[in-house]
C-alpha cells in the first residue's frame, strides 16, 4: 500500500468517526473517565514512543512494554471520542506504521452504527 492510500484510508477512518450517529452523543463527552484503560495508559505509552537514546542492554525490556501498553490500549473499549483517537494513534505507532484489518473493523462498526462505545 503506497503512503497516498494509507493517508485516504486514515482520512476514511477519521471522516467515519467524526460523522456516525453512534458517536454523535460522544463527541461532547471528552472527559476522561478515571478508570478507563486508554486514557490511563496512553501517557506511559506516549512516553515510551517518545523516548531516545534507549541503551542497547534495556532495548527488548523497553520494546515489549511498548508492544504490551499498545495490545491493552488497541483492545480496550473506547469510553469517547478522543479515545477513539488514541486508539488510532497507538494502533499506528504515532502515524508510521498501518493498521491491522482488525482494528479497522472495529472502527468502522461504531462508525456505522453497529456497535456503540
Given at each position: 500500500m503506497?503512503?497516498?492510500?494509507?493517508?485516504s484510508?486514515r482520512?476514511?477512518i477519521?471522516?467515519?468517526?467524526?460523522?456516525?450517529s453512534?458517536?454523535g452523543?460522544?463527541v461532547?463527552a471528552t472527559a476522561?473517565?478515571?478508570t478507563?484503560?486508554?486514557?490511563?495508559?496512553f501517557?506511559?505509552?506516549l512516553?515510551?514512543?517518545?523516548?531516545?537514546?534507549?541503551p542497547?542492554?534495556e532495548?527488548?525490556?523497553h520494546?515489549a512494554?511498548?508492544v504490551?501498553?499498545?495490545?491493552?490500549?488497541?483492545a480496550?473499549?473506547?469510553?469517547?471520542?478522543?479515545?477513539?483517537?488514541?486508539?488510532l494513534?497507538v494502533?499506528?505507532?504515532d502515524?508510521?506504521s498501518?493498521?491491522?484489518d482488525?482494528f479497522?473493523?472495529?472502527l468502522?462498526?461504531?462508525?456505522?452504527?453497529?456497535?456503540r462505545?
Open positions: 503506497d503512503k497516498v492510500q494509507t493517508i484510508r482520512a476514511a477519521i471522516g467515519a468517526l467524526a460523522s456516525s453512534a458517536l452523543t460522544a461532547a476522561d473517565s478515571p478507563s484503560t486508554i486514557s490511563l495508559l501517557p506511559d505509552w512516553a515510551l514512543r517518545n523516548e531516545r537514546d534507549v542497547a542492554e532495548w527488548p525490556a520494546f512494554r511498548y504490551e501498553l499498545q495490545e491493552r490500549i488497541t480496550a473499549s473506547p469510553a469517547n471520542v478522543r479515545e477513539a483517537a488514541i486508539q494513534v494502533e499506528t505507532d502515524g508510521d498501518d493498521y491491522r482488525e479497522y473493523a472495529r468502522r462498526a461504531l462508525a456505522m452504527g453497529e456497535a462505545i
